[in-house]
Each structure stands twice: as structure tokens, then as C-alpha cells.
């Protein structure tokens, strides 16, 4: 048995994976500040079954250092899961400062206590995003990320510097993870297919940026979930410091993505065409040949089954 503190854990994945921990007998303790990036109330639904089966809660920011010392003494860990961030490409062009707060400083705040707390394993969950416009597909660990194009992107490379450094200082094993564009129930309400299913199924229009060419290696939270698994309990085994990939890889173009949104929900989607966005790259693809050989890692759970789950559990909620 492991003892887990995930930050972010009232989140999209963060809750999942609270509830996979417990199942296989780790004991878990979630540090989460509950922030108003999207309401509350949802955080405290996605949360409220891990708390059921023995979670504890620490409600607190990972950038003050007398919250994460509180989330410490209540968990004890060995294992620290850092998944809370400031998500998004287009709300880090507005508020970059912020980004750069919680995301580095935040991430900064927890190596310096896991340091302090002898914790033994440390996995981050960086993104696809570092990648940038990379002409090259599909993207590999040891391409070049030193070309981000969105403030978002910019601190998640700034993370895994920081964790290689702190990985190289304090001999502690650190596995940085690179998600590829996650989706399945409990995703956040402002995220393309959350919000293209409820509009469409509603008549409401879509905003479509661009001419529907881009690409996205969707991965089902569930493939996320054992892979994250996997990394913890192999981190440290390879490299001290190690970076993987987890995606689906089988990247689906944004008009792919709509008409399966269609077929989802049996209604046509009334498209809203705008301008490409600032930041957005054009395309994600993960090359997951490390991660399958070191890991085990396999997604299994194709676009159209996972939108399919997604929608069902959506529409329990509304009913």
C-alpha cells in the first residue's frame, strides 16, 4: 500500500484517479483549493465518492507553502501525484501571471516539501502542448520542446525543468507525464467535447475554430488513469528523471470530432466559424513507443466509445 497525495484531486482526472488508488488499497489524501475556473459545486461531486470510500480532503493552494505543509502532515505520503494547474491554452494569453503562479511556483512549492517530507516517488502531469507546432509526427519524448506557443504551454515545459532539476539535486525519482487531450465523464464543462455534446443535443451552435483541419489524439480518462498507475509504480526505475507520453494515438481531425458528436447525440451540430485562435497548435500525436516498452501502457478505448460513455453519464446528470 502507497500513501498518495494527489493535488487537483476534486478535478476531472484527479478524482478518477483517487478513486483507482483506493480501489487497489492505497490510502489517499487530495489537496484541492476549489478555485472558480468552473463552478464548485461540480469539483464537489467529482470528489464526493473518493471521500465516500476514505479520501481526505485538504481544501488549500499548492502555491501557499502553509497549505501544502497541511496536505503533507494529513497524508504522510510517499507518493506525490501533482496534477492541479492552471489548465487551458486561450485563458493563459489573458491571465499569463497566474499561470506562471500556480503552475511553477505552485509545482515549486511541492518539490521543495516532498524534498523535506523524504517522499520517495514525485509524478507531474505535464502536456502535449509542449510540443508546440512541432512539424515532426508523431511527437516523441525526446523531440524539442523549447518552442511553446501559449503562456499554458510555456509553464508545463518550466515544470519538467524544474522537476529535472529538482530530480538531479535531491536524488528523487520524478516521472513527468505529457497528456494527450483527455476526455470521458467528469470532464470539464469548458472543454470542446463537454461542450459541443450539451449544445448540439440542445440546437445551440457550435464555435468551431479554423476550417476543421486540426488534430487531436483524444485519450479516454480510463487509458490516462492505467497509465498514470503505471508511472507511479515504475517511477524512478529507468531514469531518475523520466518523461512519457500518454495518448491515444490515433489522432481525429476537429470536423472528425464534430460528426462524431453527431452521431452521439443524433442531432446536427449548427456551426459557429471562427478565426484559428492564438496558441492553439494544429495538430497533437502521440508517439507512445517508450511508454508501451517501459510502461505496459495500451490505450484500448477508441473516440466514438469513449464520446459514447461521456454522453450517458452527461445525460444522467441532467435528467
Excluded at 482526472?13 to 475556473?37: K, T
Excluded at 468552473?38 to 465516500?52: C, E, F, G, H, S
Excluded at 497566474?98 to 521543495?112: C, I, K, M, P, S
Excluded at 520542446?145 to 499554458?152: M, T
Aim: charged content about 20%.
Amino acid at each position: 500500500m502507497s500513501r498518495v497525495l494527489i493535488t487537483g484531486g476534486a478535478g476531472f482526472i484527479g478524482s478518477h484517479l483517487a478513486q483507482a488508488l483506493l480501489a487497489r488499497g492505497d490510502s489517499v489524501a487530495i489537496i484541492d483549493n476549489f478555485a472558480a475556473f468552473y463552478a464548485r459545486a461540480i469539483k464537489q461531486r467529482n470528489v464526493q465518492p473518493a471521500l465516500d470510500e476514505g479520501a481526505q480532503l485538504v481544501e488549500g493552494d499548492i502555491t501557499s507553502a502553509e497549505d501544502v505543509a497541511r496536505a503533507f502532515e494529513t497524508g504522510r505520503p510517499d507518493t506525490v501525484m501533482h496534477l492541479a494547474a492552471c489548465a487551458g491554452v486561450r485563458p493563459s494569453i489573458q491571465n499569463p501571471s497566474l499561470y506562471a503562479r500556480v503552475n511553477v511556483v505552485g509545482t515549486q512549492r511541492l518539490l521543495d516539501a516532498a524534498v523535506q517530507h523524504g517522499v520517495k516517488r514525485f509524478v507531474v502531469a505535464s502536456s502535449s502542448s509542449v510540443y508546440g507546432n512541432n512539424e515532426k509526427v508523431p511527437f516523441a519524448e525526446t523531440d524539442d520542446v523549447s518552442r511553446p506557443i501559449s503562456p499554458y504551454a510555456a509553464t508545463k515545459v518550466s515544470t519538467e525543468l524544474i522537476c529535472r532539476t529538482a530530480s538531479h539535486l535531491h536524488d528523487l525519482p520524478i516521472t513527468a507525464l505529457r497528456f494527450f487531450t483527455v476526455f470521458g465523464p467528469r470532464q470539464r464543462p469548458d472543454l470542446a467535447i463537454h461542450m459541443f455534446l450539451k449544445r448540439v443535443a440542445q440546437g445551440e451552435s457550435i464555435p468551431v475554430f479554423g476550417d476543421g483541419s486540426t488534430s487531436r489524439d483524444y485519450t479516454y480518462v480510463d487509458d490516462i488513469i492505467d497509465g498514470v498507475r503505471r508511472a507511479m509504480d515504475r517511477c524512478g526505475q529507468i531514469e531518475r528523471f523520466r518523461v512519457y507520453n500518454l495518448g491515444g494515438e490515433h489522432p481525429v481531425t476537429l470536423s472528425q470530432m464534430i460528426e462524431a458528436v453527431e452521431q452521439t447525440v443524433g442531432r446536427k451540430a449548427v456551426i459557429d466559424r471562427q478565426p484559428n485562435q492564438p496558441g492553439d497548435v494544429s495538430r497533437t500525436w502521440a508517439d507512445l513507443t517508450r511508454s508501451k516498452a517501459e510502461l505496459g501502457y495500451q490505450p484500448h478505448t477508441g473516440l466514438a466509445e469513449g464520446m459514447s460513455r461521456q454522453w450517458e453519464w452527461m445525460r444522467a446528470l441532467m435528467r
